[in-house]
């Protein structure tokens, strides 16, 4: 997939980069990043945007992978930024991303990232609950300005990767219940505040989803809401933002639809559902995380140890694992893999590959079939550019990986490595605890 291809040296080359030279240069474990292909993805949504007419917004969410460069972007490929907390506003910021552009997710904004999102000036607070429309609304007040809102919905609409759920009630941490009436309240109560500006309606539906029946349902709920808002309180949403979710091919078997089809389905039924009802059409926005990265993202790693059960298990342990991807340890998610060293043997045996952490549960992935495998091999775990590198972690006292993006032959550092510093740095060793000098 991308410009991942196997090259006539039989090794795994992405970017028209071959991975034992990026080993090489920049160590293991590493994650690649395909350029061409977080573009590509990028392109996609703006092209089927614009093809469908309709005014629109798309928002990359930036929780999927927040660095400086992959900012740069999609910045340049002309998408908008969610952000959910100050750490990813202040990358976005750094990295000269417009503040215009950037949206402010999340169930419980400090006072402290309000006041760092009304200061730089950004686009919008997507609001979730009645705690944040008072304080937003006093913050923007003592800065003598008003603040543009989008209210977080919970539309009662569930999905998951094949079905979805309408559920009516939903019992979720986020944003205002339809059923109830707190989403109504929700419309008031911002309407009533002097200093904040009422965009319109945002809501998401889940993660990692192949159907589009729940964006068309929560779009059905969305007008419905709409109709209400206009016919009881005189007030219409200007915004109708659908967020993210788009579901994307980890393993054979996933079958995600072109991303042209989840855009086509959404406008579709903005459109209907508004116009049935007479409303004027809104702009519709979506926030694509893991499909603008996720299939982008190539993990290396160095095979080391290799434990044989006979008739049980062969167990091959890579030189990370959870600390770089807690995905399978949180979600049981699970990927396909192959030596990129050796790309075109065949398979010759079942492994099981283990990371390096002190836990059992420190799997990556289970029954993968690979050439006989050596220690100094080099591993390559497919789509890892969506919730890895961002939910990385520290344990065991792992320095986390370098990422490195790869395009046309070039292959550039966009985090460095961690070093041993970089992991005691922050440690502070009180006076009566320190060591004295021999
Ligand atoms: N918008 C909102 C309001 C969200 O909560 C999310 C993801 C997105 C957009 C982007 O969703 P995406 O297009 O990436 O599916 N750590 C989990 C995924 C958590 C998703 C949380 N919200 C994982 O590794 O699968």
Redo the contacts with the bound molecule.
């Keep these: 997939h991308g410009t991942t291809k196997i090259n006539r040296h039989g090794r795994l080359e992405i970017g028209g980069v071959d991975t034992a030279e990026l080993a090489e240069r920049f160590g293991t474990p590493l994650y690649v990043v395909d350029e061409a292909l977080v573009r590509e993805r990028c392109r996609q949504f703006m092209d089927a945007f614009r093809a469908s007419g309709v005014p629109f917004e798309v928002s990359y969410?930036s929780?999927?992978f927040c660095v400086k460069a992959i900012v740069r972007v999609v910045e340049e490929e002309g998408l908008s930024l969610?952000v959910v907390s100050d750490g990813e506003l202040y990358t976005a910021l750094e990295a000269g991303f417009p503040a215009k552009k950037i949206h402010f997710?999340g169930n419980n904004k400090t006072p402290e990232e309000i006041a760092m999102g009304l200061d730089a000036g950004i686009g919008c607070f997507?609001v979730d609950n009645f705690t944040e429309i008072a304080l937003l609304n006093a913050m923007a007040g003592e800065r003598g300005i008003r603040a543009k809102a989008l209210l977080?919905i919970t539309p009662g609409v569930e999905a998951h990767t094949h079905e979805f759920i309408s559920t009516g009630q939903e019992d979720s941490k986020f944003g205002f219940n339809l059923a109830g009436g707190a989403a109504f309240e929700a419309v008031k109560a911002t309407v009533a505040a002097p200093h904040l500006e009422l965009l319109g309606v945002?809501s998401?539906i889940g993660?990692?989803i192949f159907e589009v029946e729940g964006f068309r349902l929560a779009a059905e709920k969305m007008a419905d809401f709409a109709v209400e808002a206009k016919s009881k309180l005189g007030v219409s949403f200007p915004v109708v933002n659908l967020?993210?979710?788009?579901g994307i091919r980890y393993v054979e078997g996933d079958r995600p639809l072109p991303v042209a089809e989840y855009v086509k389905a959404i406008t579709d039924a903005v459109k209907e559902r508004f116009g049935a009802h007479g409303l004027p059409l809104p702009s519709i926005w979506v926030?694509?995380?893991?499909?603008i990265v996720g299939d982008a993202g190539t993990t290396l790693y160095t095979v080391g140890s290799v434990k044989d059960i006979p008739g049980v298990r062969k167990y091959v342990a890579v030189n990370g694992g959870m600390t770089d991807n807690p995905?399978p340890a949180?979600?049981d998610?699970v990927y396909e893999a192959v030596l990129a060293n050796r790309a075109n043997d065949a398979p010759e045996e079942t492994v099981s590959i283990a990371g390096k952490c002190c836990e059992s549960g420190d799997m990556l992935i289970w029954d993968l079939d690979l050439p006989k495998v050596n220690a100094g091999d080099t591993l390559a775990v497919f789509c890892t550019g969506?919730?890895n590198y961002s939910?990385a972690s520290n344990y065991n006292r792992l320095r986390r990986p370098a990422v490195a993006f790869v395009k046309d032959g070039v292959a550039e550092l966009v985090v460095r490595r961690e070093t041993y510093e970089d992991l005691v740095a922050n440690d502070v060793v009180p006076e009566r605890l320190r060591k004295l000098p021999a």
């Design positions: 969410a929780k999927a969610d997710h997507v977080r945002h998401h993660s990692q967020g993210g979710g788009f926030e694509p995380g893991r499909s995905r949180l979600y998610a969506a919730y939910m």
